[in-house]
Structure formats: structure tokens, C-alpha cells
């Protein structure tokens, strides 16, 4: 008997595993944060910085970052997971009737039951009438719309029924670039072809038909691109389309047989004077018949964003329009399989699309709380704008919508070339040493594609008044440091 030991190797390696996989990168968790990680650790271990906290300004966490929840969500929400709060009389008459209806909705009327896995009907009726009001009457059939476990969910389930194909007729995806990096991500995953076309930095980071004709002809090269992402408003470049950019969009993909999926998560995120949120399904509609029976298009939204906030819930729908009716029993089967969505995330879009009307005991405090909200991010945005403005070196459109603004950064050349010594991105390479000197965590341009040979970061407007001018201050003398130390 040899005392031998067996040496094997481990079933799943990094050689042996799903390739695909090992390509995707999201960078608004990436590097740089995990490294804030380790940094917060090091603070309470006592570790001497030249700064007290992290600033995590790279995700649009609006909870973490102070943004306060809507009371009414709250109580309702409350009152669904411990109905013995029904019999309090703490709670206004208006949330009690909200969760009861949500409860009733409820198998053995609890929201830890499954739902049905499109979700609750009531819940997608309230989706519908809300749709329907928000569109100025354009109808919508609760039977197109599906909740989902955020909007993410919605744009992968999505994704994964328009790919198919090999080599040169695999499905390729036209998306924006700057884009938000759950995109280029699902693609990775999918081993789909990311498609990109660019934003227009000098125009406000608009849509521009020409260059979504260019990057359509250059991608029929090599793949078939059958579908055309859009997020408006803009993430992470802030930007709220007008109205005849999104008439022009709508032609271009009926015209190039494209199908269209329109990720408008910041639909209630608009600031900019004399800017307007318009859905792709009501000018589609508003364009009549020829462009509203055919054109295919999913839209999305979530309760992740907005005045709500509310990330954690993962709370989201999806509605599709114009889809052939054998892949709509595809969808439906293939969301089954998940079995539904949390229930309380469904329960909460269902307060964010019938939320208190005139007249109901709530509705006054609903309504300052969510303007109030609201306002606050549309100072932010000007705020931050004007700030960064004043940096010499430093370029930032009007954050016109959503919640983060992408400056332009001009990187002196000796930092560029160290930054490629150490094979990082030269916005990257900024953006660990603002981190490692000030704690401030931002996401570099890099994580979600820009224009060659230019450089940025994103960053978002939600840290509190008096912690964004700081972090301002602290990114403006960053700045003028390592300009100065690298030129």
C-alpha cells in the first residue's frame, strides 16, 4: 500500500468552464469598486489614508446614497408582508385598500406565494391603464405585458429570443455606445454580436440615422443584425431624445426590418428645460398604422429608478408590441421555467403605476415627496454640469436626464503611456489613482465604450447636496494634480 497522493484536476477550471462567460465584463461593479471594497476595509482597520470615506458615486443606488423612499410605497408594502398591520389604525385608509387589493391578488393571500409567471394580473392591468394614461390614450392589452425581476431581466429574456444563427448569420445587436454595460454583458453571454453605433458627443450625445446606417451596412458584413437597442433617457450619457429623433429611429428600423427594444427605466428622470420624456410606443402609434401594426418593439421599465429608488425589490415589465404570436407562447413558456418574478417587487410597480389619486388621504404627502425628490436630482444635474465645467481639462454636456453625467477628460500623453505600461484603459488608470488619493469611486469611460483616442468617466448626480459639491471640489483638485504631475 503506496502512500501515492492522487493529484486531479478540479472538473471545472478556468480552461474547462463555459467560455462565453469569461467574456463578460461589467464594469459598474468591476475593478475599481472592488477595490473601494477593500479600501472601506482597510479604514476600519484603522489603515492612515489621505481621506475618511469612500464616495461611491458609480452605480444609480439612489437608497445608498440618501435618496429618502416614498412613504406610501413603504406602508403599503409593510402592510402586505404583515397583514395584522391591517388592523392598526396608523396606516391611511388609501394603503390599507392598495394592499388588500394586492393580498387578494395573492395566492392564500400572501405576497410569499408564486404568482402567475407573467405576474399578477391586477397588477398588469394597473401596468396597462398606466401605459394607456401616460401614452395619451394609446391602448394597451394587459395580456403584452410581462413583469419582470427588474428591467434587466426583461432586456436578457428578450435578447436570448432574438439570438440564433452561426458565423455570418449569427444575430448581431446594434447598441449604443456609450452604453450601460448590461448590454455588451448579456451579448458576451449569449455569444451574440454586439453591433455598435455611436452617440453624438457635439450634439448632446444624440441618435443619428446616418450613423446607424453606417454601423447597420458595416455589421451586414459579418453578421445579421436583426435588433436595435435605445436607452432614453441616456445612461450613461444623460440625454432625453426629442420627439423627431425617435420618429427617425422608428422609420429606420421599419425600413431596415429591425426590431426595437426601448430601455426607458428613467422615463420620470427629466430636468432639462424644455426637454420632454416621449415613449417609442406612443409615437409609434402617433406615426399611424403602417408603423404601428408592424413595427416589433419591447419596452421596459422598472422600480429601480425614478423618485422610487427602490433597486433592492428588483421590480420591473416589459410590454411587446407587434410579437408574432408563436413567440409570445415561446416567452410566456420560457419566463415560466423562472416560475414569476418577486412578489414584491410585483407589488411595488403596481404602486408605482397606480400610485395615490386626488382625493385619497395620501395623496397630498405622495405628491410633495416625489417632486421634492425630483427636484433635488434636477439641481444635482445642473450642479454637477456646472462644476465640472469650471475644470480646465474636463468637458461635460447638460445632464439633460437619468441620473449620472459622462465628462470628457483630456489625459495628458506621459499618463497614457504609463497607463498602457500597466495594460489598463488610460481612463481606468485615472480613475484607480482618484480612488487610491481620494476616495472617490467613479466608473471610467472605458467600462462602457466611447469614441477612440477619447477619454471619460461616469458618475451620479445622487450623493446629497452638500456631499456632491464635495466630492465636485474633490474631483475638480484631482484633476489639476494629475494633469500637473503628468504633463
Known amino acids: 500500500y503506496s502512500h501515492t497522493v492522487f493529484t486531479r484536476d478540479k472538473v471545472l477550471t478556468i480552461h474547462t468552464m463555459n467560455p462565453t462567460v469569461k467574456k463578460v465584463e461589467y464594469a459598474v461593479r468591476g475593478p475599481i469598486v472592488q477595490r473601494a471594497v477593500q479600501i472601506e476595509k482597510e479604514l476600519k482597520e484603522g489603515v492612515k489614508k489621505p481621506f475618511t470615506e469612500v464616495i461611491k458615486a458609480n452605480i444609480g443606488d439612489a437608497h445608498a446614497m440618501g435618496q429618502q423612499p416614498i412613504t406610501f410605497f413603504r406602508q403599503v408594502l409593510a402592510l402586505c408582508s404583515y397583514p395584522e398591520l391591517l ?28 404568482s402567475a409567471s407573467q405576474g399578477i394580473e391586477c397588477v398588469r392591468q394597473d401596468v396597462a391603464r398606466y401605459i394607456e394614461c401616460r401614452d395619451g390614450g394609446v391602448p394597451c392589452d394587459p395580456d403584452n405585458i410581462y413583469l419582470t425581476t427588474g428591467a434587466s431581466d426583461g432586456i436578457v429574456t428578450m435578447l436570448k429570443l432574438l439570438v440564433c444563427g452561426e458565423g455570418p448569420t449569427r444575430t ?16 458576451a453571454e449569449l455569444a451574440a454580436v454586439q453591433v455598435n453605433y455611436y452617440l453624438n458627443e457635439d450634439k448632446c450625445w444624440s441618435m443619428d440615422v446616418s450613423e446607424l446606417e453606417r454601423s ?20 450613461p450619457t444623460g440625454q432625453v431624445q426629442s420627439r423627431q429623433c425617435i420618429e427617425d429611429v422608428i422609420r429606420f428600423a421599419a425600413k431596415e426590418h429591425l426590431f426595437l427594444m426601448a430601455d426607458e427605466v428613467y422615463q420620470d428622470n427629466v430636468y432639462a428645460e424644455g426637454c420632454q420624456f416621449h415613449s417609442f410606443k406612443k409615437v409609434l402609434f402617433e406615426m399611424g398604422p403602417q408603423y404601428s401594426n408592424t413595427v416589433e418593439l419591447a419596452s421596459f421599465h422598472s422600480t429601480s429608478k425614478c423618485y422610487m429608488g427602490e433597486c433592492g425589490f428588483r421590480g420591473g415589465y416589459m410590454e411587446v408590441i407587434n410579437m408574432d404570436p408563436e413567440v409570445k407562447a415561446q416567452l410566456t413558456k420560457l419566463v415560466s421555467v423562472r416560475l414569476c418574478p418577486p412578489v414584491p417587487g410585483q407589488a411595488l410597480m403596481d404602486l408605482v403605476v397606480n400610485s395615490p389619486k386626488p382625493g385619497e388621504p395620501s395623496y397630498n404627502n405622495f405628491m410633495k415627496e416625489r417632486t421634492a425628490t425630483l427636484s433635488l436630482l434636477a439641481e444635482k444635474a445642473k450642479l454637477t454640469k456646472e462644476i465640472l465645467n469650471t475644470v480646465p481639462g474636463i468637458t461635460c454636456n447638460p445632464v439633460q436626464g437619468a441620473m449620472y453625467s459622462f465628462p470628457k477628460i483630456s489625459l495628458p500623453e506621459k499618463a497614457i503611456k504609463e497607463a498602457k505600461a500597466l495594460g489598463q484603459a488610460p481612463d481606468m488608470f485615472y480613475c484607480m489613482k482618484m480612488l487610491e488619493e481620494t476616495g472617490i469611486c467613479l466608473v471610467p469611460g472605458s467600462g462602457f465604450g466611447q469614441k477612440e483616442g477619447t477619454y471619460h468617466f461616469r458618475m451620479t448626480i445622487l450623493p446629497p447636496t452638500d456631499k456632491l459639491k464635495i466630492l465636485l471640489a474633490k474631483v475638480k483638485e484631482f484633476h489639476q494634480k494629475f494633469t500637473k504631475q503628468y504633463s
Open 216 to 235: 447597420l451596412s458595416e455589421a451586414r458584413k459579418y453578421c445579421n443584425p436583426k435588433a436595435l437597442c435605445v436607452i432614453n433617457p441616456g445612461n
Open 172 to 187: 448581431g445587436v446594434m447598441i449604443s455606445i456609450p452604453q450601460y454595460p448590461l448590454y455588451s454583458a448579456a451579448l
Open 87 to 114: 388592523k392598526d389604525n396608523m396606516f391611511p385608509e388609501d394603503a390599507k385598500n392598495r394592499a388588500r387589493r394586492i393580498l387578494q391578488a395573492c395566492g392564500g393571500s400572501s405576497i410569499g406565494a408564486y
